[in-house]
């Protein structure tokens, strides 16, 4: 499992080349990913759904 560090107030970004991975042809896609935090001793304190849209022209 890769993980993405989002810091609280802020903005994460990241590009992948998806044609090693799924064949998608043009259109509007959405990722739909569920997250969660952690206090200062790494205990899972809550949930959160991320989503982005995306297009490939």
């Known amino acids: 499992m890769i993980a993405y560090v989002a810091l609280p ?3 994460s970004e ?6 090693n991975r799924y064949s ?3 259109g509007e896609y959405r990722i739909v ?3 969660w935090f ?3 001793d790494g205990q ?4 959160h759904r ?3 849209e995306f297009i490939i022209e």
Not at 14 to 19: D, H, I, M, R
């Open 24 to 26: 998608l042809e043009k």
């Open 44 to 47: 899972q304190t809550g949930t």
């Open 33 to 35: 990913k569920d997250g």
């Open 14 to 19: 990241w590009s992948t080349n998806w044609e």
């Open 9 to 11: 107030e802020g903005e």
């Open 38 to 40: 952690e206090n200062e």
């Open 50 to 52: 991320m989503t982005a």
